[in-house]
Structure formats: structure tokens, C-alpha cells
């Protein structure tokens, strides 16, 4: 396991939180995440409106390792009207356990999958759904608190992960 690069996880509350962003199929590397985040930023500045936090990545079903498919995506004050290529919504709320990584992005799945087993040794469960057998994740997401795009060297990278547990995760 890549423990090296994570923090010990715990349990945090957020609250729901607009965002808009753009919906993409990715390989396992991510790399198109900083290009799509400029993007949807560009998209922003272009309305006169400000993000209201970090730009993150949405992972919604992980299952197929060459095709991933995610929502990169930008906090905003408020709930916004997409178009035909930019999608709007709200990252929900709830307790989520949360863990940052620390380190090159190359070893980022080694600490998301650490965070998930976490959840597992600790008696918790994701949320999550299934529509036929793709398993779809409700609230699994990563902010990137280093910029990527201005932080080249990327060993000193660090990234948030949060993944929404089941409602009734304290009962």
C-alpha cells in the first residue's frame, strides 16, 4: 500500500456545494484533468463569475481502468446554467471520510484505494449504486489543493480525497 503518500484518514461534514464542470472519459493517469479545469475556469471568467474553491475531479464509476469516467469540475457561489458542454450541479453533502495525498500524481490511485479499503477496515461503507453491474460511486472526488497547472514539480503535490459514506454510516 501507498500509506507513504497519505495522511490517516478521518470523518469530515460538508455541506452540498454548486459546481460546473465538464464530463470525461479518462485513462487511469488523469492527465487531461489540469487542461479541462483551465477550461471550465475560462468558461467561469467568462461569465464574470468566481470560483468559490479548489477545482477537483468527480469520480463516478472506476471500474473499467482505461476508460474512467469523471467530471472535472469548479466550485461556485451558486447554482449555474450549463450548455451543450459544460455541466452544472451540486456535489453533495454529507460525512465523508477524507485523507490528502501527498506526492507525485502518479501514485494518487495507490492512496485513493488506501482510503477506500480505510473505509472498509473501519466498519464503513461507501455510497454507492449499481445501474446493472457498473458500480457508481455518489460521492467520490479529489481537490487539488496544488495547483497542477502552476506546480510543476509534482512530488510535492498535494490532493484531498473525499469519499461520501452511506447516510446511516453512524447508526
Given at each position: 500500500?501507498?500509506?507513504?503518500?497519505?495522511?490517516?484518514?478521518?470523518?469530515?461534514?460538508?455541506?452540498?456545494?454548486?459546481?460546473v464542470?465538464?464530463?470525461?472519459?479518462?485513462?487511469?493517469?488523469?492527465?487531461?484533468?489540469?487542461?479541462?479545469?483551465?477550461?471550465?475556469?475560462?468558461?467561469?471568467?467568462?461569465?464574470?463569475?468566481?470560483?468559490?474553491?479548489?477545482?477537483?475531479?468527480?469520480?463516478?464509476?472506476?471500474?473499467?481502468?482505461?476508460?474512467r469516467?469523471?467530471?472535472?469540475?469548479?466550485?461556485?457561489?451558486?447554482?449555474?446554467?450549463?450548455?451543450?458542454?459544460?455541466?452544472?450541479?451540486?456535489?453533495?453533502?454529507g460525512?465523508?471520510?477524507?485523507?490528502?495525498h501527498?506526492?507525485p500524481?502518479?501514485?494518487?490511485?495507490?492512496?485513493?484505494?488506501?482510503?477506500?479499503?480505510?473505509?472498509?477496515?473501519?466498519g464503513?461503507?461507501?455510497?454507492?449504486?449499481?445501474?446493472?453491474?457498473?458500480?457508481?460511486?455518489?460521492?467520490?472526488?479529489?481537490?487539488?489543493?496544488?495547483?497542477?497547472?502552476?506546480?510543476?514539480?509534482?512530488?510535492?503535490?498535494?490532493?484531498?480525497?473525499?469519499?461520501?459514506?452511506?447516510?446511516?454510516?453512524?447508526?
Open positions: 500500500m501507498c500509506m507513504q503518500y497519505m495522511n490517516e484518514p478521518t470523518i469530515e461534514e460538508r455541506g452540498e456545494q454548486p459546481y464542470g465538464i464530463t470525461a472519459r479518462v485513462t487511469e493517469q488523469v492527465e487531461e484533468a489540469p487542461e479541462l479545469a483551465a477550461e471550465v475556469l475560462a468558461w467561469l471568467r467568462a461569465r464574470n463569475e468566481a470560483a468559490a474553491g479548489l477545482p477537483f475531479i468527480r469520480f463516478w464509476c472506476l471500474e473499467d481502468h482505461e476508460q469516467l469523471i467530471e472535472v469540475g469548479i466550485p461556485t457561489k451558486k447554482l449555474l446554467q450549463g450548455d451543450h458542454h459544460i455541466i452544472s450541479g451540486y456535489l453533495p453533502g460525512d465523508f471520510a477524507h485523507a490528502i501527498n506526492g500524481p502518479e501514485h494518487f490511485w495507490s492512496s485513493a484505494d488506501h482510503l477506500a479499503g480505510w473505509l472498509e477496515s473501519e464503513l461503507s461507501a455510497a454507492l449504486r449499481y445501474e446493472g453491474e457498473t458500480k457508481i460511486w455518489d460521492g467520490h472526488m479529489a481537490f487539488f489543493v496544488t495547483d497542477p497547472v502552476e506546480k510543476r514539480t509534482p512530488d510535492a503535490w498535494a490532493i484531498e480525497l473525499f469519499i461520501l459514506l452511506l447516510a446511516d454510516h453512524a447508526a
